[in-house]
């Protein structure tokens, strides 16, 4: 059984930065061959992908948060990272991590994230 779990989320000022952590844990599961992103949903709106990171380390950012969000990743501590900066309240939703490896596919619970002065 694989399961991920977010951390890191919470309530922050606008201008601010989180950082979201995403462990992966299972037996016998490593997330070094796992293409890995990071989706939000926010109230009344679809989910949208923010980053996502292939197993090479390659990037890719949502128009909406490119110069703001950095993802990363760590395989020796099958986690993932968004480091979220200059937040502003569009950023408000749950963020989900994601990991995906031709028919396999993962999802985390998801952690609030609320940009509110």
């Known amino acids: 059984q694989v399961q991920l779990v977010e951390s890191g989320g919470g309530l922050v000022q606008p201008g601010g930065s989180l950082r979201l952590s995403c462990a992966a844990s299972?037996?016998?599961?490593?997330?070094?061959?796992?293409?890995l992103g990071w989706d939000r949903q926010a109230p009344g709106k679809q989910r949208e992908l923010v980053a996502s990171?292939?197993?090479?380390?390659?990037?890719n950012y949502a128009e909406s948060v490119k110069g703001r969000f950095t993802i990363s990743r760590d395989n020796a501590k099958n986690t993932v990272f968004l480091q979220m900066n200059s937040l502003n309240v569009e950023d408000t939703a749950v963020y989900y991590c994601?990991?995906?490896?031709?028919?396999?596919?993962?999802w985390g619970q998801g952690t609030q994230v609320t940009v509110s002065s």
């Open positions: 299972g037996s016998i599961f490593s997330i070094s061959s796992y293409a």
């Open positions: 990171i292939s197993s090479g380390g390659s990037s």
């Open positions: 994601n990991a995906a490896r031709s028919v396999f596919s993962y």
